[in-house]
């Protein structure tokens, strides 16, 4: 029998086909996460840059309520998302009557929270690569499985055997584990490649956000020491990053 897939398809019983259908499905939905994921990382990337060109000027200057003017103009920053976001929580809470907490420690913890959303929304939709990867192949072998019950079925029913009478319907079963094989192993590397993108964003937003807790204790006279020591931690990656030519700071 030749390899022809469309004379295989034509041949291929219904369930077959359902899950040769769900394995397009399954190809689709991953391509579709990751150009969306790639889109974003870029359009993210360049955000950031052009706004902590602005940011760290501003800072210096103590330009808080500008500073939040210009994060809530770049939407498309994660960068101002999370920044923007503790400058606003400071202004509310320094212009408020004090409780227990400063303002400091009340727009760290609020910090924290921004930084969890920004993961979230960093990550979104990768589930999907993953859940694509590890299942495809076993949706492949169910129809491959169905596939040879229904061969030796037949077989069963007609009374004659041999391997020819049995070699189109494994032929056809088997190409559905090809099929589901051929999906989950790009879907694999996108989602690694995916991965890698999200962790080196989330290490230089966690890098800003500690440098602008540094600076609004420094604003605000707050000593922490232990607050510091994690500071200098992040001094030092810091550091080794921009020897490999990579600044991470937001200005």
């Known amino acids: 029998?030749?390899?022809?897939?469309?004379?295989?398809?034509?041949?291929?019983?219904f369930f077959a086909r359902c899950i040769a259908y769900t394995l397009v499905l399954f190809a689709l939905s991953s391509l579709i996460v990751f150009f969306e994921r790639l889109i974003f990382f870029f359009r993210s990337k360049a955000a950031d840059r052009k706004f902590a060109a602005r940011a760290g000027k501003l800072l210096e200057a103590q330009q808080h309520e500008q500073f939040v003017t210009?994060?809530?103009?770049?939407?498309?920053?994660?960068?101002?998302?999370?920044?923007?976001?503790g400058v606003k929580t400071y202004l509310s809470k320094k212009s408020a009557p004090q409780g227990k907490l400063g303002a400091v420690e009340l727009t760290r913890r609020e910090m924290d929270r921004l930084y969890e959303r920004v993961t979230a929304d960093v990550r979104r939709g990768m589930s999907v690569l993953a859940s694509v990867g590890s299942v495809a192949p076993f949706v492949g072998l169910l129809g491959t499985v169905v596939g040879i019950i229904e061969s030796f079925a037949g077989i069963a029913k007609t009374g004659s055997g041999g391997l020819g009478a049995v070699?189109?319907?494994?032929?056809?079963?088997?190409?559905?584990?090809?099929?589901?094989?051929?999906?989950?192993?790009?879907?694999?590397?996108?989602?690694?490649?995916l991965s890698t993108r999200a962790d080196a964003l989330l290490l230089s937003l966690d890098l800003a956000r500690k440098e602008f807790m540094d600076h609004l204790e420094d604003v605000h006279g707050v000593s922490a020491p232990a607050?510091?020591?994690?500071?200098?931690?992040?001094?030092?990656?810091?550091?080794?990053?921009r020897k490999e030519g990579v600044d991470v700071r937001p200005a």
């Not at 029998?1 to 019983?13: P, R, T």
């Not at 210009?70 to 976001?85: I, M, N």
């Open 1 to 13: 029998m030749n390899f022809n897939l469309l004379e295989i398809y034509q041949h291929m019983g």
């Open 70 to 85: 210009e994060a809530t103009a770049a939407r498309a920053s994660s960068l101002a998302k999370l920044l923007g976001g």
């Open 167 to 193: 070699s189109a319907g494994i032929s056809e079963a088997l190409v559905v584990t090809a099929l589901g094989l051929l999906v989950a192993i790009p879907a694999v590397l996108m989602f690694n490649l």
């Open 227 to 241: 607050v510091r020591g994690e500071g200098a931690v992040a001094l030092d990656v810091e550091r080794a990053t």
